[in-house]
């Protein structure tokens, strides 16, 4: 069992910029065994993919929307996955969630590839 556990959101203005962390516990050691990825949900619409990074974080995917913007790292020594949002937008407004999976060396973007999920934590941007 492992708990993740998201921190750092918050309200911003456009343009600004926030880090979301994503801390897991239960996983020991081994932490670098899993690849993590953020979600995020806003208002009336469906979860969506937003990155991927993989055990050792040399792999790293970005949704379009995102790309560019958004950076994706690890700390495996940490146990914590980081996000960091550049340029924020009012349509990056969501219910951000950290995501954990094992047992794959492929690239991971799909809500049903990942085993555990964090609470999520709440980025607002005005406008």
């Known amino acids: 069992q492992v708990q993740l556990v998201e921190s750092g959101g918050g309200l911003v203005q456009a343009g600004g910029s926030l880090r979301l962390s994503c801390a897991a516990s239960g996983s020991g050691r081994t932490f670098s065994n899993y690849y993590m990825g953020w979600f995020r949900q806003a208002p009336g619409k469906e979860r969506e993919f937003v990155t991927f990074?993989?055990?050792?974080?040399?792999?790293?995917r970005y949704a379009d929307s995102v790309k560019d913007r958004f950076s994706i790292s690890r700390d495996n020594v940490k146990s914590t996955v980081y996000l960091q949002m550049n340029s924020l937008k009012p349509e990056d407004t969501a219910v951000y969630y950290c995501?954990?999976?094992?047992?794959?060396?492929?690239?991971?973007?799909?809500?049903?590839?990942?085993?555990?999920w964090g609470q999520g934590t709440q980025v607002t941007v005005s406008s």
């Open positions: 995501a954990a999976g094992l047992g794959s060396w492929l690239v991971r973007v799909k809500e049903d590839e990942y085993i555990y």
């Open positions: 990074i993989n055990w050792s974080g040399g792999i790293t």
